[in-house]
Antibody, heavy 120, light 107 residues
């Protein structure tokens, strides 16, 4: 079964750092594009970051320079390192796949999300 | 960066009605447009990709159309289980921007 499972969310103080994870099963992360998307309480979806098959990355302006996406091919897992966290980063964070192997680039598989709360 | 504008932001319709949601891109994106459904408290679910292709398992009352800058999502014969927020998203290139969402309720 194709599945994504996020973990690592929690309560963190402003200015702090946190790394969240997205473990994949049923497919290989480095053969697909992998993304992070977040949703603040009561708000819409916000795309944050992508890691391409070749390892290149891209970021939304709102997190550029503070967040870093990476992957561990041996663990088939994607990460989002979040530094200099602010209250406005409070959200549910989802990872999502773009199925490059099927030549599709929509986000067809999503994880269940992990909640990050930035508060003192 | 290309902006994605959805309208309306919310709507209320009766069961059986036809509902249309529009999404406009500030620049052309060919047909690299997806629609997602998010029910309250749930994970977003892919409905339509490449503007008009129905994802497997999605009821045929959902349909999409458009190319370039103007796109529509149509729900024919609205059902109670269609209560949700619907998002469009461009995926031609990063940033993979979402529209602001359209909340659909039953009248």
């Amino acid at each position: 079964e194709v599945q994504l499972v996020e973990s690592g969310g929690g309560l963190i103080q402003p200015g702090g750092s946190l790394r969240i994870s997205c473990a994949a099963s049923g497919f290989t992360v480095n053969r697909n594009y992998m993304n992070w998307v977040r949703q603040a309480p009561g708000k819409g979806l916000e795309w944050l970051s992508i890691i391409y098959t070749g390892g290149n990355t891209n970021y939304a302006d709102s997190v550029k320079g503070r967040f870093t996406i990476s992957r561990d091919n041996s663990k088939n897992t994607v990460y989002l390192q979040m530094n200099s966290l602010r209250a406005e980063d409070t959200a549910v964070y989802y990872c999502a796949r773009q199925d490059v192997e099927a030549a599709r680039y929509d986000m067809d598989v999503w994880g269940q999300g992990t909640t990050v709360t930035v508060s003192s | 960066d290309i902006q994605m504008t959805q309208s309306p932001s919310s709507l209320s319709a009766s069961v059986g009605d036809t509902v249309t949601i529009t999404c406009r891109a500030s620049q052309g994106i060919s047909n690299y447009l997806a629609w997602y459904q998010q029910k309250p408290g749930k994970v977003p679910k892919l409905l339509i990709y490449v503007s008009s292709t129905l994802q497997s398992g999605v009821p045929s009352r959902f349909s999409g159309s458009g190319s370039g800058t103007d796109f529509t999502l149509t729900i024919s014969s609205l059902q109670p289980e269609d209560v949700a927020t619907y998002y469009c998203q461009k995926y031609d290139s990063a940033p993979l921007t979402f529209g602001g969402g359209t909340k659909v309720e039953i009248k």
